[in-house]
């Protein structure tokens, strides 16, 4: 673990990631999806985010909620670091997956600082990254009161660290599928540029990915 990881263990750091949506324009939910080498993007976020020391990881599901939990316990069987929140009302949009996944978080009294918020349809998304977020709220004051989000070439992006001091106001404030973004534009949130590290793009549609977009087909060459 790096010296940053560790940093974030020591600050118990939680992760989120947003998996719900039914990724309409990709072909099928991304909580699905596979690269050409097997690996679950559900997966690859999670161990992302244990790689940069967040502890303990939400996984937001909605669209094809059972499929998507039988992937994670593929992935992750029985750690108790590692869980899920099904996301009843995803169609709503994203702000009741941030929700619903700040409560769950909320619920464990495992958190002490804030959490990391990324989303499933990241795979690109380097630890270093979510790693000079997590510094950047922690090298603050008051690091439970932090909002930082990453930029790429000053472009806003995820990860977005949110400081445990806002969830309750976030949380009902939240509406549509905005997410955080209003909340971090009005409450000052910093940013942290990370743009040399990575390009910040999500995948929106099937034919810049390698996955076939059903909960049954996975890209080539992984076994269906």
């Known amino acids: 673990m790096s010296r940053a990881a560790s940093e974030s263990a020591s600050a118990r750091v939680a992760g989120l990631v947003l998996a719900a949506g039914a990724g309409r324009r990709f072909g099928g939910p991304k909580a699905l999806a596979r690269t050409a080498a097997g690996e679950a993007w559900v997966g690859r976020s999670v161990r992302t985010l244990q790689a940069a020391g967040c502890s303990p990881i939400v996984i937001a599901v909605g669209a094809g909620a059972a499929d998507a939990e039988a992937v994670i316990g593929e992935a992750f069987g029985a750690d108790m670091d590692v869980r899920t929140v099904v996301v009843d009302d995803w169609a709503s949009g994203m702000a009741v997956s941030l929700r619903a996944g700040i409560a769950e978080l909320a619920s464990c009294g495992a958190v002490e600082t804030g959490v990391i918020v990324t989303l499933v349809d990241l795979p690109g998304l ?10 950047r709220a922690l090298d603050t004051r008051e690091p439970q009161r932090a909002l930082v989000q990453a930029t790429y070439s000053g472009v806003p992006g ?32 910093v940013a942290a540029e990370c743009g040399e590290l990575w390009d910040g793009n999500d995948v929106d549609y099937s034919e810049t990915s390698d996955y076939s977009g059903t909960s049954d087909e996975v890209a080539p060459g992984t076994g269906g």
């Open 158 to 189: 995820h990860p977005v660290f949110i400081g445990l001091k806002h969830w309750e106001e976030l949380a009902a404030g939240l509406t549509g599928d905005a997410g955080a973004k209003n909340y971090l534009a009005g409450h000052g949130a």
């Open 126 to 135: 380097p630890a270093e990254a979510v790693e000079r977020v997590i510094a």
